[in-house]
């Protein structure tokens, strides 16, 4: 079973900077993605940033220029480097991974952290 765990949330104020660790442990095999997910009080979970195995990115608008996600050198680690924080960043930031189910299928499974508070104070 496939285990997300999550660090580096925490309070800080409009202007600064934090990183957020995800370490998926329990699978034989690499990521196909591993990604950040954010929801804030009364809105709906959305895409923070996103790396496939092979290292291409994708960000939302609001947080292009300013967060940036990478790779660990150690198997299925991710990070998100976050500058320039704002308010609005206040959320719940998710860890998510998509893993080969088996190497009979192309079927891929998905997994989720158990969520970091992440508050930005004006």
């Known amino acids: 079973q496939v285990q997300l765990v999550e660090s580096g949330g925490g309070l800080v104020q409009a202007g600064g900077s934090l990183r957020l660790s995800c370490v998926a442990s329990?699978?034989?095999?690499?990521?196909?993605?591993m990604g950040w997910y954010r929801q804030a009080p009364g809105n709906q979970r959305e895409l923070v940033a996103v790396?496939?195995?092979?290292?291409?990115?994708n960000y939302a608008d609001s947080v292009k220029g300013r967060f940036t996600i990478s790779r660990g050198n150690v198997k299925n680690t991710v990070y998100l480097q976050m500058n320039s924080l704002k308010p609005e960043d206040t959320a719940v930031y998710y860890c998510n991974a998509e893993f080969p189910a088996s190497i009979w299928t192309r079927r891929t499974v998905e997994y989720w952290g158990q969520g970091s508070q992440v508050t930005v104070s004006s």
């Open positions: 329990g699978s034989t095999f690499t990521f196909n993605t």
């Open positions: 790396i496939t195995s092979g290292g291409t990115t």
